[in-house]
């Protein structure tokens, strides 16, 4: 019988690691409640945004605070193309991807001249543009609360509840996945990691360090503003509130607490810093007199927030990805000496 915790092929490990991933991602909706469901979307929709900002940052070595202005712009467009023009939702996802090559070439422009901290005080600027239209655009047509987006239909099935856009969002996650590995292992993704390391020595070696810097601009903040897409359908309405620019820092922490330069790292950190005010939530219910501290809850959360920045940063700086590894590592060791053990008896 196969044994995979003792087994020496890597194959047949990452066999049965995608077996067993698969099985639970097909049960979980199956058995789990709206609310688990509703976070596991929310997981999902952190995740594409992690993953985009993982070939900005933790690859190509750009740093960028305008994540969030991204997202915005990819959910403004799905809303004022459903609003005004009726496009179909998920038609509007090909514009929105086409709306953040546009804004990645252009804020991508002055990491040609700019590096560190005058890069990402640079990038501010696409969040502060975009979220300035939007709420222009709120405000003269009248959308107070926000632009309401109607359920999306995939192949007649209307998107009404939280199974169907658990797989939409599933299937989302793994096309990402897929795409961004596929980037990584080709041409493109050698010469972002050859420029992240030393500029000057990528260009010796005869990569065009400003092509390399626009395409993973544009490729990363494409995908972002799909994500933004995604996620003016799945709540089903658009408003400024929603993109507070605390909300670039959050990606910028997922990257770090998942292990900076790591695809698993991107979906480590994102479900991670998604489930963490949740989970603060829940122990302060917990605590005596939980009612009286349901109003400072969000502090709880912004303090959970950077005692784990600072952990991760100070402690391990290759995040959760570094911890796993060190774990495997451990284990392996500990089951050679186990098995030597075995035969010297």
């Given at each position: 019988?196969?044994?995979?915790?003792?087994?020496?092929?890597?194959?047949?490990?990452?066999w049965?690691r995608?077996?067993?991933?698969?099985?639970?991602a097909?049960l979980?909706?199956?058995?789990?409640?709206?609310?688990?469901?509703?976070?596991?979307c929310?997981?999902?929709l952190?995740?594409?945004?992690?993953?985009?900002?993982?070939?900005?940052?933790?690859?190509?070595?750009?740093?960028?605070?305008g994540?969030?202005?991204l997202?915005?712009?990819?959910a403004?467009?799905?809303?004022i193309?459903?609003?005004?023009?009726?496009?179909?939702?998920?038609?509007?996802?090909p514009?929105?991807a086409v709306?953040g090559m546009?804004?990645?070439?252009v804020f991508?422009l002055p990491?040609?001249?700019l590096?560190g901290?005058?890069l990402?005080?640079?990038?501010l600027a696409?969040?502060f543009?975009v979220i300035?239209?939007g709420g222009e655009y709120?405000?003269?047509r009248?959308f107070?609360?926000g632009i309401?987006?109607?359920?999306?239909?995939?192949?007649?099935?209307?998107?009404?509840?939280?199974r169907?856009?658990?797989v939409?969002?599933?299937v989302?996650?793994?096309?990402?996945?897929w795409l961004?590995?596929n980037l990584l292992?080709?041409?493109?993704?050698?010469?972002?990691?050859?420029?992240h390391?030393?500029?000057?020595?990528?260009?010796?070696?005869g990569?065009?360090?400003?092509?390399?810097?626009?395409?993973?601009?544009v490729?990363s903040?494409a995908i972002?503003?799909?994500g933004?897409?995604?996620?003016?359908s799945?709540?089903?309405?658009?408003?400024?509130?929603?993109?507070p620019?605390?909300l670039?820092v959050?990606?910028?922490?997922m990257i770090i607490?998942?292990?900076?330069?790591s695809?698993?790292?991107a979906i480590?950190?994102?479900?991670?810093?998604?489930i963490l005010?949740?989970?603060?939530?829940?122990?302060?219910m917990?605590?005596p007199?939980a009612?009286g501290?349901?109003?400072?809850?969000?502090?709880?959360n912004?303090?959970?927030?950077g005692l784990v920045?600072?952990?991760?940063?100070?402690l391990?700086?290759?995040?959760?990805?570094?911890?796993?590894?060190?774990?495997r590592?451990r284990?392996?060791?500990?089951?050679v000496?186990a098995?030597a053990v075995?035969?010297a008896?």
């Amino acid at each position: 019988m196969f044994d995979p915790a003792t087994s020496d092929n890597p194959g047949a490990l990452s066999w049965v690691r995608g077996v067993v991933l698969l099985a639970v991602a097909i049960l979980f909706p199956l058995l789990a409640s709206p609310f688990q469901i509703d976070l596991a979307c929310q997981v999902f929709l952190a995740c594409i945004g992690a993953l985009s900002l993982m070939i900005l940052t933790g690859f190509a070595g750009q740093v960028s605070l305008g994540h969030a202005g991204l997202i915005a712009a990819g959910a403004f467009t799905t809303g004022i193309l459903t609003k005004e023009l009726n496009v179909p939702v998920f038609l509007t996802i090909p514009v929105a991807a086409v709306t953040g090559m546009v804004l990645g070439l252009v804020f991508g422009l002055p990491s040609l001249r700019l590096r560190g901290l005058y890069l990402a005080v640079s990038t501010l600027a696409l969040h502060f543009v975009v979220i300035y239209l939007g709420g222009e655009y709120e405000t003269k047509r009248g959308f107070s609360t926000g632009i309401l987006i109607e359920p999306p239909s995939i192949f007649g099935y209307h998107l009404t509840d939280g199974r169907g856009w658990y797989v939409v969002l599933l299937v989302a996650v793994a096309l990402v996945f897929w795409l961004v590995r596929n980037l990584l292992r080709g041409r493109t993704g050698r010469a972002w990691g050859a420029m992240h390391v030393n500029e000057a020595v990528a260009a010796a070696l005869g990569v065009n360090v400003p092509r390399a810097k626009l395409m993973a601009f544009v490729i990363s903040s494409a995908i972002t503003a799909v994500g933004g897409a995604l996620f003016a359908s799945y709540r089903g309405f658009v408003s400024v509130d929603a993109f507070p620019l605390m909300l670039s820092v959050q990606y910028v922490a997922m990257i770090i607490v998942g292990g900076m330069g790591s695809l698993a790292g991107a979906i480590l950190g994102a479900a991670f810093l998604t489930i963490l005010p949740y989970a603060i939530e829940a122990l302060v219910m917990l605590l005596p007199g939980a009612s009286g501290h349901a109003n400072q809850v969000s502090a709880f959360n912004y303090t959970a927030f950077g005692l784990v920045m600072i952990l991760f940063l100070v402690l391990e700086p290759g995040g959760l990805v570094a911890i796993g590894r060190r774990i495997r590592s451990r284990l392996s060791i500990t089951r050679v000496r186990a098995r030597a053990v075995e035969k010297a008896l």
